[in-house]
């Protein structure tokens, strides 16, 4: 059961947080190692030694044949951050490319990206608890009731004492109309318009005069400003016109836009709404901008805040799951970045950005990436255009899925190595409030291993050698080279439990809201 003095959720949890760990001894489940030959081939259960040994000789064979970029990896985000910075480390270190990425790149990519390029960092600017003390709420492209009930039971408690609402989503989702609950404006905008919508809300602050003009000259570049003002105040981003576009009424968005420039604090949630749309990055910029204009970040119940879709987004992304970055978002260019890591893994780096994983599975149909290595992802069954993906699976000569069950992808997979549950591992999860928060094995793992021995059995193979003793290990190496957790050690969660990120010197009991003095 939850525990009750959780900070991020006070002891509650949803259903399946409660109830659907049965999985983890499911008869379905499997536990042995598998191989075959070809996909068309039955499987066949091996020993450990055997599979790992079959896996690393079509690795290492298939380089030989196309070339050392010619395989890659793809990591999870239901797994510990542990075990995705040592996927990302066997890609770019025993592989020798950077051909590594994730699902999360494709909901939280425009979330790290906007923000960095706004605020500086890459993660959300509150903790949950925050919304406690916002006056008005805005929710854009995120059902909370549906995807994030325990977060949304608190903005609910909130929104019953008072504070007002403004939805903005095509659906009239479960808040615009609940029991004791009305959204003040409900705004029907059409799928794909997020971002003409959020520059009319500029246009009415900019226009209207409701702009926080002592933070801005506090805490804003000044030139930067002055091109968003005016880029705002451009009549083409006017609700009048922007009502063409999204299909919302012209009054219905001024009257959003000056309750979120006045109502008091004002806080903003979005979800894959957002983010999963071609102008994701575009659309995050200018939340985080209209926040900055209106003053409302740097303190309790306000911010720019995503709601993450797996349990451990904002982890695998910190931990370098993106062909182009290290850990940390320090793109793979930068040469003293590189010299970092290469110092501390002891092997030189490539310096090219990788392929992302619709990439890959071009370059497989075309011939030039022939084997790949995925952690808990079910790309066959999550992934967009599945005959794609079954296509560029089915061209590979070396498939290895590291899984719990037999999915979708498995069909077309070359090796099968079991995977071990969250009961059965240790290392820790980074949530959407950059709560950083241990996990302790309270069960033998049935496969006989934890994920991230399994990679490390994989790399030695491989010729690359990895030694960790515990996951306690990989976190320490994390926090020496990876500036948000510096600091950071399972022994140091152990007396508060949790804690949140940045935490180190200048933040040594951790960083609940960030930017509340600078940028």
Known sequence: TPHKDGKANHGHSCVKGRFAWGYATHKERITKPMVREAISDPWREVSWDEAISFAADRIKAAQKKYGRKSVGGITSSRCTSEEVWLVQKLVRAAFGNNNVDTCARVCHSPTGFGLKQTYGTSAGTQNFDSVMQADVIMVIGANPTDAHPVFASQMKRRLREGAKLIVADPRAIDLVRTPH???????????????????????????????????????????????????????????????KITGVAAEDIRAAARLYATGGNAAIYYGLGVTEHSQGSTMVMGMANLAMATGNIGRMGVGVNPLRGQNNVQGSCDM???????????????????????????VELNKEPGLRIPNMLDAAVEGSFRGIYIQGEDILQSDPDTKHVQAGLAAMECVVVHDLFLNETANYAHVFLPGSSFLEKSGTFTNAERRISPVRRVMTPKNGYEDWEVTQMLSNALGYSMNYNHASEIL???????????????????QPGSIQGPWNDDHPDGTPTVHVDEF
Do not use: C
Not at 216 to 226: G, L, P, T, V, Y
Not at 320 to 344: Q, V, W
């Open 476 to 494: 320490d190496e994390i926090a020496r080279i990876t500036p948000t957790f510096t600091n950071v050690s399972l022994e140091e969660l152990d």
């Open 320 to 346: 370098g799951s993106f062909p182009h970055e290290l850990p940390g978002y320090r793109h793979i260019s930068g040469e003293a970045t590189r010299d970092i890591f290469e110092k501390m893994w002891g």
């Open 181 to 243: 609950i009305e959204a003040t404006h409900h705004l029907p905008l059409q799928p794909g318009t997020n971002v003409a919508l959020i520059n009319a809300f500029a246009h009415v602050a900019v226009t209207e005069g409701l702009l926080a003009d002592e933070f801005i000259k506090e805490r804003a570049d000044f030139e930067s400003f002055k091109a968003w003002r005016e880029f705002a105040a451009d009549p083409v981003n006017s609700p009048e016109e922007v009502a």
